[in-house]
């Protein structure tokens, strides 16, 4: 059984791949670790490098195609066999030497996940800081999540918290807030070192800020109604249907007292408005469905337990 799996994502990072795993033997030289590499779709000779590391305890993963970071970081966790799972980045951007503490940390303090915060960032301040910095104030508001840096990949997790959670889409940026939605509980922080890309390209850009916000949404649904989409569905449609209502009324009263109200914007906006409404309600419904259907089919239950003890005084 190894002891730390660590999960290292890789697209055309062909001249970063030696010297990182040089930079791993070297810090992870007292631990029995594997080091898996998924090479998400990579078009240059990632792959050939990765096969030309002599040492077994390197694992090669190779997707078919680009599928993203959060789907290559799931097939990485999916064959992660360690007590631990490690994440982190293939640009020698994160530091193999801060694992060792971070380790240290999760083993003998009972975390849950030990996360880096890149407190010396070696990044360009306006497209990379800034955006993230921001991003990262909008999450730990929305979310309630008090992560100073949740876009850096070096974290640290047992093996039972990181396999309760799938990462799709592009969700590789809120894992905390997923395992908090899990349970997990024990979360803590720590300085990491933080080096400037010295070969290939970034693949950031400020393009994904949207695609931050989408899933920031979606995280915030699933914090809250989760376990109960009919109370935002339903509430939604609720409202919307008796706004519909109330205009309704009045523009029936307009036509008893005499009014044309035939092709009024008001009485199309009241129309719209009720048949919203009954579609939110609809959608609430079907939603409540598949949640039920969710956890009974895969026998979830919407309840994490901590412990179960006896309640004999020397055991409280």
Excluded at 249 to 260: E, P
Aim: contains cysteine.
């Amino acid at each position: 059984m190894k002891k730390l799996s660590l999960v290292i994502c890789v697209f055309n990072e062909e001249p970063n791949i030696k010297p990182l795993s040089e930079q791993i033997q070297q810090a992870l030289k007292n631990i029995n670790f594997e080091a898996i590499f998924v090479d998400d779709g990579s078009t240059d000779n990632t792959r050939s490098e990765i096969l030309k590391i002599n040492d077994d305890r390197f694992i090669l993963v190779e997707l078919k195609k680009n599928y993203g970071q959060s789907s290559a970081l799931q097939a990485g966790i999916d064959q992660a066999a360690g007590d631990y799972v490690a994440l982190i980045d293939g640009d020698l951007q994160n530091d193999p030497a801060d694992i060792p503490a971070m380790l240290k940390m999760i083993e003998t303090e009972n975390w849950d996940m030990v996360a880096g915060v890149r407190a010396n960032r070696k990044d360009g301040m306006f497209i990379r800081k800034v955006p993230s910095k921001i991003a990262n104030y909008i999450i730990r508001q929305s979310t309630g999540t008090k992560m100073k840096d949740l876009g850096c990949t070096l974290k640290i997790f047992t093996k039972e918290t990181i396999k309760s959670i799938h990462i799709y889409g592009e969700l590789h940026r809120f894992i905390p807030v997923l395992i908090t939605l899990e349970g997990a509980t024990r979360i803590t922080q720590v300085d990491v070192n933080h080096h400037p890309r010295k070969f290939g390209t970034s693949k950031y850009n400020l393009s994904r800020t949207t695609r931050v916000l989408s899933d920031l949404f979606l995280m915030l649904f699933f914090k809250k109604y989760l376990q109960r989409p009919m109370h935002f569905f339903g509430g939604l449609g609720i409202i919307t249907f008796g706004i519909g209502a109330l205009i309704n009324f009045y523009m029936f009263i307009l036509k008893i007292l005499g009014h044309n109200i035939w092709g009024k914007p008001l009485l199309l906006l009241g129309i719209l408005l009720v048949m919203g409404g009954i579609q939110f309600v609809t959608t609430g419904i079907i939603a409540e469905l598949q949640m039920r259907t969710y956890f009974e089919s895969q026998q979830k239950k919407p309840y994490r337990v901590k412990r179960t003890v006896s309640a004999k005084p020397e055991n409280l």
